[in-house]
């Protein structure tokens, strides 16, 4: 599975961003698709993530702010409201093969993209 991301950039706090990333194949019976962050000095975190069957999951920093969604079963998409000087860090897009009783078989990722908010 290749991973092929779009957006980010530069964008005042209070602006919007949104994220894109589409899959080369998504004929799985289950998986999940997402974005995750890292911020200079900081670990790689889960920011969003969404299963094919639609369940959506948010870290608490972003809930309320972020919208996650999948397209076509193979492309995700971050909307990015209200953002904020500590979103800045470089996303990366994930694609999470699952068996189907939910056992990770495989991590894919894209080459990450960089999201700075600044005044």
């Known amino acids: 599975v290749q991973l092929v991301e779009s957006g980010g950039g530069l964008v005042q706090p209070g602006g919007s961003l949104r994220l894109s990333c589409a899959a080369s194949?998504?004929?799985?019976?289950?998986?999940?698709m997402g974005w995750y962050r890292q911020a200079p000095g900081k670990q790689r975190e889960l920011v969003a993530s969404i299963t094919n069957d639609g369940i959506t999951d948010y870290t608490d920093a972003v809930n309320g702010r972020f919208t996650i969604s999948l397209d076509n079963a193979n492309t995700v998409t971050l909307q990015m409201n209200n953002l904020k000087a500590e979103d800045t860090a470089v996303y990366y897009c994930n694609f999470r093969l699952m068996t189907g009783s939910g056992v990770v078989i495989f991590d894919y990722w894209g080459q990450g993209t960089q999201v700075t908010v600044s005044s």
């Open positions: 194949s998504s004929t799985f019976s289950m998986y999940t």
